[in-house]
C-alpha cells in the first residue's frame, strides 16, 4: 500500500530490512521485514547457532522507524515540515537506546512500529517497538536520525 | 529577564547534554556549544526544544542556525522573549 516509498531507500540487497510498509501518518510508520535464512550475518553469528544480531535488530527497527518515516514527512508537502528531499541525501542515525527482550531466528517475521516524538530541524525522534509473529515484544527504544544534505526549505 | 538569568536558566538545560560539567559551571557568552561544551551536534535540536518549552518561546529555523555560542543563544532567547511579551 505504501510501498513505493521502500524504492527511496538508500540501501539494497544485503543491507534493506524493509519487505512492507503497512501504515503511514503524521504521528507513525509500521512495517515488516521478514529474516532471510541466507542473509551473510547467520554463517558467522553463532558459529552454528545462527541468531539475528543485536545491531541487524537494530538496523531493521532505524531503517523503517526513522529513515521510512523522514522520506514520508520530508516528501508530503502537507505536512509543511522544514525540509524537502534532495537527490545526494542519506540518512545518518544520531543515537538509539534499546533494549532487547527476545531473541529473531532466521525465517522469522518481525513488525516494527514507530511512534513520532518530534521532527524539526531535520531531526526525527521516535520511540520504535519490533514484535515477532506471536506479538510478542522483542525490542523496544528510541531512536534518532538526521538527514544529511537534504535541501533545506527556509520558507517552511 | 535579564541576560544572567536566561543565563541560569540555560545551564538547566544544557546539563544532560554534557559530560563536562567543570565547562559548564564556568560558562561565558563566549563558550561554544560544540567546541567546549562537546555537545553532539544533533543534540542541539533537542537543546532548542527544552529551551522552548523552558522559555515558553518558539524558535524558527533561522534563528535556530545562529545558536552556537552561548551569547548567541542568549541573543535569541531574549529576543523571541521579548517579542511575546
Redesign the interface.
Known sequence: MYNNIIACLPYKSSFLFVDNVTALSDNGVTGEYTLKPDSFFYEDHFIGNPVTPGVIITEIMAQIGLVVFAIYLMTDDKIGT?VVMSKDSFPLL??TEVSFFKMVLPGEKVTVSSEKE?F????L?CKVEMHNEQAELVARGVF?G?VKNAL?N?Q? | MDRTTILTELKKVLVPYTENKTMLDGITEETDLIKDLKINSANLVDIIIDAESQYNIEIDFDSAEKMYLIGNCIDIISDKLNQSA
Request: proline fraction near 0%; aromatic fraction near 14%; glycine fraction near 8%.
Open positions: 522544514d544520531t543515537s518530534f524539526r530541524f531535520g531531526k525522534k534518532a538526521i533545506i527556509k517552511k
